[in-house]
């Protein structure tokens, strides 16, 4: 489905960031030289390769995510979903390839990776919140501890980002009186409290039951409409059709199609995509 057009960065409310050290032990390094990507690529992955033990599970993948698209990522269990959202967050060390982040070079083959702070924010299947935190100081203790803002500050932005997800009455929840959906929610706050450019899900609701999935892929839709870049892998076939400008469907380490959402969820070109989405769609 077509959303209003995309490209409206939104507006930073970034407290000012202190400048990241440089150099190559560094974290990313906006300095760094620039890429061949586009205007307007917010991530450029080339020839992505990574192996573990000698045996390779990501080969040669190559992925552009221009600025404010929404991208799922579909395929199989084993596929290298994870893999690849590890090695685009510059999580990852590569075998081969480079991954460029607003242009500037955040992890390539040969050297350490350097990740980017919270400016590519991460979602995970497991929440992994504090439990001895309320859901307000989850979500500040990163800006406090990482950028030096002040707690008041962090606080009040906290509750500003709760609310946004929903959880305006639940600020001062600890992770253990909240539903997983909830939970997932202030983890999504959490990740947004850095002001990130980019938002990578791997699987997000493939721990929740239904009710809370619905709540989690609401608050991914706002996101989405609010113009932040997302790669989100998911089984949810319905986030992809309609919450995703572009479905990426990968196989045994590789992308085997990738294209706008509604023509390769209703007609995809290649005989494994399809055997997926049957599979998929008879569960
Ligand atoms: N840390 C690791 N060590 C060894 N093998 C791994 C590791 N992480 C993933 N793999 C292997 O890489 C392949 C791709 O895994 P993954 O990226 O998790 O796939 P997906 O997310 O699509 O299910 C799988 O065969 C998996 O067993
Ligand atoms: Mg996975």
New binding site residues.
Partial sequence: MNRAPRGTPAPAATPSRPSRPSGPSGPFDPAAPATTARPGTVLLGQGLT?A??D?S??HQVDLTVPHGQTVAIL????????????CLAGLEPLQEGTVAFQGALLSKAGSAPRPAGGRIGMVFQQFNLFPHLTAAQNVSLAPRKARGVRTAQADARARDLLARVGLAEHVDHYPYELSGGQQQRVAIARALAMDPELMLF??PTSALDPEFTREVLAVMRDLADSGMTIVV?THEMDFARRGADRVVF?AD?RIVEDGPAEDVLTAPAKERTRRFLDQILSE
């Fill in positions: 990574r573990y033990h045996r599970v990501l395929g199989p269990s084993g596929a290298g979903k994870s893999t690849l959202l590890r791997d699987e892998v990968m380490g």
